[in-house]
């Protein structure tokens, strides 16, 4: 018997399969080109922006408040806090005011997305104290710290006042603390320190401590200061009780107070910085000189009166001169007083 062969498919089901098969491949080939979305609907970060690092200080010493050598020293403990793992403040930063400075100390911790970190720095920093009013004055201490190698457009600072503090134990023998606080800014330099990026400035992310004193028992101080002015004023204004015809009992008073003036006034130089123009002290100091010049003239003058047979007027040109320059060095001194403590 004969075998009867299988009808073959139809030519045009071959035809609809391939079909089929062409457009499975090019939608699969235009998936494939699709960009694949994050699994996070989160924008992603825009890493033009400058990383945002809160900062703050607690001092743990303070001293060596220095007014000849116009410094102070300090230690304090620094934190940055901030999301950024590649960033290592305690190693770019610089504090820019010091003669010199080190970092004792410096760790990290990662808490998540937040990164923690502290630095232990030691300084002596450069102070030019204004002692205009001294001893009457109020200083204000400043130390600058800064990034030394990423610039604004890299990196924010942000102050955080609420923990800044200083340690109980620091105390200073002359002054009482006020305040402190720190302040956050940009520092623009008028160099790009060759930054072909850059024309014309560059700026900096800077925190500034600031320590705001006044000066413990300013009077006893004021007193301490001049106690050599005013021994030789009180010599020069002895000498009116001598008799005007003992001239070089007077002159000798006189040149005595001349040399309590000039002690007075080294011992003023040993301590103060030089400075351009004339402290309240130094200004006591000169008007203390000119007081004993015009009191040696005097003592001259009502000598040689007595000498030309005149003692009668001798005696009043002393009591008058004697009065007149108590009067007027007392009220000098008061107003140069009441000056410098309205300005201080």
């Given amino acids: 018997m004969p075998i009867t062969p299988s009808p073959r498919r139809p030519a045009a089901f071959s035809l609809r399969s391939a079909r089929t098969v062409l457009a499975t491949g090019l939608l699969a080939a235009l998936w494939l080109l699709l960009p694949v979305p994050p699994a996070s609907a ?13 900062t703050g200080m607690y001092i743990v010493d303070l001293s060596n408040l220095d007014l000849a050598g116009n410094t102070f020293s300090i230690a304090m403990w620094q934190w940055f806090v901030h999301n950024s793992p590649d960033y290592k403040p305690y190693e770019t930063l610089e504090i820019v005011n010091a003669a010199a400075f080190a970092t004792e100390a410096g760790f990290e911790e990662v808490r998540g997305d937040t990164v923690w970190s ?38 924010r600072f942000i102050a955080d006042n609420e923990n800044t503090n200083i340690d109980a134990a620091v105390t200073l023998e002359q002054w009482n603390i006020k ?29 500034s401590a600031i320590i705001n004193l006044e000066r413990k028992a300013p009077w ?6 001049l106690i050599g002015a005013f021994i030789g004023f009180s010599l020069a204004m002895a000498a009116f009780l001598i008799r005007p015809d003992q001239l070089g009992d007077r002159l000798f008073l006189t040149t005595a107070s001349v040399f309590a003036v000039i002690g007075n006034q080294i011992v003023l130089y040993s301590y103060l910085p030089p ?61 140069l007083l009441q000056t410098a403590i309205t300005a201080a």
């Fill in 42 to 54: 989160a924008t992603p970060p825009d890493s033009d922006a400058p990383i945002i690092v809160k």
């Fill in 118 to 155: 502290q630095a232990k720095f030691r300084a002596t920093v450069h102070k030019q104290w204004n002692i205009g009013s001294y001893p009457f004055d109020r200083q204000q201490l400043v130390v600058h710290l800064e990034e030394g190698e990423n610039d604004s457009s890299a990196i």
């Fill in 179 to 207: 305040d402190f606080y720190n302040e956050a800014e940009d520092h623009v330099y008028p160099t790009t320190y060759g930054n072909p990026d850059l024309t014309g400035t560059s700026s900096y992310p800077r925190v």
């Fill in 220 to 225: 006893l101080t004021f007193i301490k200061s």
């Fill in 275 to 335: 400075v351009a123009d004339l402290p309240l002290v130094f200004q006591i100091q000169i008007l203390t000189f000119v007081t004993i010049i015009v009191t040696t003239f005097s003592h001259v003058l009502s000598s040689r009166l007595v000498r030309a047979n005149s003692p009668t007027l001798a005696q009043r040109l002393d009591t008058g001169a004697g009065l007149a320059t108590f009067t007027l060095y007392a009220g000098c001194v008061s107003w």
